[in-house]
């Protein structure tokens, strides 16, 4: 499986980006899509992810109420909406496809994720 992130750029605090990732399978027969990201010099982080059975997001708190990950299966995409971007949030952003369940905690633990995309930079300046 190869997934293709895009979107990333550099923004002002307050604006909003769309990330996407582009997957090389049909999503729907994946048990989960996430978004991580990773700031130089720290591990990588949990961002949010979307489990299809049985249809459940998580975020990380960082970012709950300002971020949306969603998913067009037609177009085996995954999206994740940044709204209201912060400073601290100017990372590399990577995208993963878990394939199967591994774990009640695997959705974040980056671990657990069996393929990834090459990261896509959002820089927020305030």
């Known amino acids: 499986v190869q997934l293709q992130a895009s979107g990333g750029g550099s923004v002002q605090a307050g604006d909003s980006l769309r990330l996407s990732c582009a997957a090389s399978?049909?999503?729907?027969?994946?048990?989960?899509m996430g978004w991580f990201r990773r700031v130089p010099g720290k591990e990588r982080e949990f961002v949010a992810s979307?489990?299809?059975?049985?249809?459940?997001?998580n975020y990380a708190d960082s970012v709950k109420g300002r971020f949306t990950i969603s998913r067009d299966n037609a177009k085996n995409t995954v999206y994740l909406q940044m709204n209201s971007l912060q400073p601290n949030d100017t990372a590399v952003y990577y995208c993963a496809a878990q394939k199967n369940f591994k774990s009640h905690t695997g959705y974040y633990e980056p671990s657990k994720y069996d393929y990834w995309g090459q990261g896509t930079q959002v820089t927020v300046s305030s």
């Open positions: 399978t049909r999503i729907v027969s994946l048990y989960a």
């Open positions: 979307a489990r299809y059975k049985p249809g459940i997001t």
